[in-house]
T-cell receptor, first 115, second 112 residues
């Protein structure tokens, strides 16, 4: 079966702009989680969506938002981009809630560069 | 405070050798513990998931152990290969808030 897909794979934006990233989970999966990973750092949790509802949120400013559609596809939006937002953004899908004892599958990520 | 600590921070070994990575956690209430392998610039890939009742779980040359009493886990890699060079991340699931607590990872380098 197809894996988790993320688009675009690479993106270059200017400070102050906004960006929308997309994630298509594995078919049948209802949970989509988003993570930020900056160079040399661990994964920082942004939020989890399950059945179109945000279930958990990490410690990020309100500039970071997301949503999930009825087909479980998810989008993440970052407004008023800052240089520090340059990172690899990872999306992960799971059949059930991400913290349940079921595997979570990650996409290849979107590399965002803010100049 | 829920925390996951991994050691060592980095490790260099020769190809063919074995190694063991450590994970200590203070997460409560505990749901499960996972080990992921992450190649540079790519998404993590799950190696194992262990629940409270599981002590050992293997995935090929990878064997994870869990001691829920001491809140410790280890990941043992047998007969290392160059492709094992990656970061290995320990993640603990917290049951009441459905949160995943991520460790900082151990960067493993395999040298020929």
């Amino acid at each position: 079966k197809a894996g988790v897909t993320q688009t675009p794979r690479y993106l270059i934006k200017t400070r102050g702009q906004q960006v929308t990233l997309s994630c298509s989970p594995i078919s049948g999966h209802r949970s989509v989680s988003w993570y930020q990973q900056t160079p040399g750092q661990g994964l920082q949790f942004l939020f989890e969506y399950f059945s179109e509802t945000q279930r958990n949120k990490g410690n990020f400013p309100g500039r970071f938002s997301g949503r999930q559609f009825s087909n479980s596809r998810s989008e993440m939006n970052v407004s008023t981009l800052e240089l520090g937002d340059s990172a690899l953004y990872l999306c992960a899908s799971s059949l059930v809630r991400q913290a349940d004892s079921y595997e979570q599958y990650f996409g290849p990520g979107t590399r965002l560069t803010v100049t | 405070k829920n925390q996951v600590e991994q050691s060592p921070q980095s490790l260099i070994i020769l190809e063919g050798k074995n190694c063991t990575l450590q994970c200590n956690y203070t997460v409560s209430p505990f749901s499960n513990l996972r080990w992921y392998k992450q190649d540079t610039g790519r998404g993590p890939v799950s190696l194992t998931i262990m629940t409270f009742s599981e002590n050992t779980k293997s995935n090929g040359r990878y064997t994870a152990t869990l001691d829920a009493d001491t809140k410790q886990s280890s990941l043992h890699i047998t007969a290392s290969q160059l492709s094992d060079s990656a970061s290995y991340i320990c993640v603990v699931s917290e049951r009441s808030n459905y949160q995943l607590i991520w460790g900082a990872g151990t960067k493993l380098i395999i040298k020929p």
